[in-house]
């Protein structure tokens, strides 16, 4: 038996004995009981696994108590020769708040301590050799005063010495800095997190503040080209990620060429784009000029690194740009069309495991044709059957909770104007982006890292709402969302449906996240008048794979 599966177990067990204590309601405490003899008397594996964790997450104090336990059972791992390769995390500490015109230090390192609050994620080894982990800072209004990447060499048997990223503010108010940690030998982020300071002119000395984000891999993919791209001042700061990776800043994409592409793939979803071969010159020549926004030390090198790549990762929270219409001048089919184009933003690590289990599905008050049909084929293809929820109050419920594993929308999304409030029409009202605040400011999400599956017009920037408070992918993702998956335009129904049909099929076969939404997009290209192919932006970590046995 898996130490971490028998950790868990022990746990359980510890639990059932001290219920009493440790949950206040005695029904509650009943149920509990319950479910963790069931739980206890499956065999040994993921489902038994995910019961156990659902039971001890059914009541705070208890759930409070079993992280505690567990990351203590965890350390007790460490010490024991034999046992298993620790977890690791990558860690943080910045003050809260830091005095205007003085420097401050953001240091970082990874540990194998997770600290409070902290999610234990399944052991992995390190090479005997070590390991160089690339850590990279970036801000759109805080000054980076020493170098904006740092080599962290990590060993098996101990935590390595940590980095300083030395940081300045030339103005008041909450700040925000982007930490983003890579592999060396290549491949896209393994772990990333958002860390806020409060710039005052009066404020006085606070000690530093840690926080951590899991680690799940150590595994570099030297054929993956990794792109990060940030928010800096009045346009984007790009890096291609690599020890000596070139960076260089460029000025933002225009609003009026991005307004204009929309209109074209719009038109061509609907179906009165003009002929396909018009329809396909159109978002090659859009594709293009996008290409000409990087700067050009940055676009040469991506291009001639992508000859030889399968896959290309955008690790960016610019959400409203369509990094999969890229298209460099020299080439005659889109990047996305020849190899996986992946995103991931910097709220969160991505996960490299999924569970398609206690799915949740959600068709809307009005829901498009065949959407209906859509949900049933997911849930054919899981164990059990997951539940349809049908309005806004019951859905925050259950992503606050965070109790799910998959959610998939299949919906209409408005976008705000005069006739329309925006966002998915449910029984009692509107879903929209900021519906998700306080998940995504409690990380509700993640415990269980589900796979979210946006099936609807627009749901990678939630519309106009992307330019006030983050869109749908940015706020599911800092919920904790494991996975992403969401159209930036406008979408043709029956496309849309074999679409995820055959991501799904992909992802129960055993296919990693990159290589099943490749695939499904691929399965779109037969006619050059449809755009919905490019239209789906998919987060998440490429090599992610479903657990076997998790799609009950």
């Not at 993921?46 to 019961?51: E, P, Q, R």
């Not at 928010?231 to 933002?252: C, K, M, Q, W």
């Not at 049933?376 to 293809?381: D, E, M, T």
Request: proline letters at 7%; aromatic letters at 6%.
């Amino acid at each position: 038996m898996p130490d971490d599966t028998w950790t868990l177990r022990w746990v359980a067990a510890q639990a059932r004995t001290r219920l009493g204590e440790l949950v206040a309601d005695a029904e509650a405490a009943a149920r509990i009981d319950k479910l963790l003899a069931e739980a206890l008397a499956r065999p040994p594996g993921v489902l038994a696994d995910l019961a156990l964790a659902r039971a001890l997450r059914g009541d705070p104090a208890l759930e409070r108590w079993a992280m505690e336990t567990l990351r203590a059972a965890e350390s007790r791992f460490r010490a024991e020769p034999g046992s298993a390769p620790p977890v690791r995390y990558l860690t943080t500490s910045l003050p809260h708040q830091a005095r205007l015109g003085t420097r401050f230090p953001l240091h970082v390192t990874i540990s194998r301590d997770g600290g409070p609050g902290s999610v234990p994620t399944r052991p992995f080894p390190v090479p005997e050799r070590g390991v160089d982990v690339l850590v990279t800072v970036a801000s759109p209004t805080l000054s980076i005063e020493s170098d904006a990447v740092h080599v962290v060499r990590v060993h098996p048997g101990d935590d390595p010495d940590g980095v300083v990223f030395v940081l300045g503010a030339a103005e008041e108010g909450r700040h925000e800095v982007t930490v983003r940690a890579f592999l060396d030998g290549g491949g896209s982020q393994i772990a990333a997190m958002v860390r806020t300071v409060l710039v005052t002119d009066s404020a006085s000395y606070a000690p530093p503040h840690r926080l951590t984000a899991r680690v799940e891999h150590l595994t570099p993919r030297p054929d993956e080209v990794a792109l990060q791209v940030d928010r800096h001042r009045d346009g984007y700061a790009f890096r291609l990620v690599g020890r000596d990776g070139p960076t260089a800043t460029a000025e933002s994409v225009p609003r009026g060429l991005l307004a204009d592409l929309l209109r074209t793939v719009n038109a061509a979803a609907r179906g009165t784009g003009g002929r396909p071969a018009a329809v396909r010159g159109e978002l090659a020549g859009y594709g293009t000029l996008l290409w000409r926004a990087l700067p050009p030390e940055i676009g040469r090198e991506v291009e001639a690194r992508l000859a030889t790549a399968t896959g290309l990762t955008i690790c960016s929270d610019v959400s409203e740009l369509p990094w999969e219409l890229l298209l460099p001048p020299t080439w005659d089919e889109f990047p996305a069309e020849r190899l996986a184009v992946m995103r991931q933003t910097g709220g969160h690590s991505p996960a490299r495991s999924l569970a398609l289990t206690d799915a949740v599905f959600v068709h809307g008050r009005n829901p498009p044709t065949g959407a209906v049909a859509e949900i049933r084929g997911v849930n054919a293809g899981l164990d059990t059957p997951g539940a349809l929820v049908t309005s806004t109050e019951e859905l925050l419920r259950r992503i606050e909770r965070g109790d799910f594993g998959l959610l998939h929308l299949a919906c209409h999304q408005d976008q705000p104007g005069a006739d329309s409030d925006g966002g998915v029409a449910m029984d009692d009202g509107r879903f929209r982006p900021v519906a998700l605040a306080r998940a995504a400011a409690r990380g509700s999400l993640r415990a269980r890292c589900p796979l979210v599956f946006f099936n609807a017009c627009r749901s990678v920037d939630g519309g106009s709402y992307d330019t006030l408070m983050g869109g749908w992918a940015n706020e599911f993702v800092r919920a904790g969302a494991g996975a992403f998956v969401g159209s930036t335009w406008a979408v043709r129904t029956d496309s849309a449906h074999r679409y995820a049909d055959r991501f799904y099929a992909e992802l129960r076969g055993g296919a990693p996240l990159a290589a099943a939404s490749f695939a499904a997009r691929r399965e779109l290209l037969a006619d050059p008048g449809d755009p919905t192919g490019l239209a789906y932006a998919v987060y998440g970590d490429p090599q992610a794979t479903v657990l076997t046995g998790a799609t009950a």
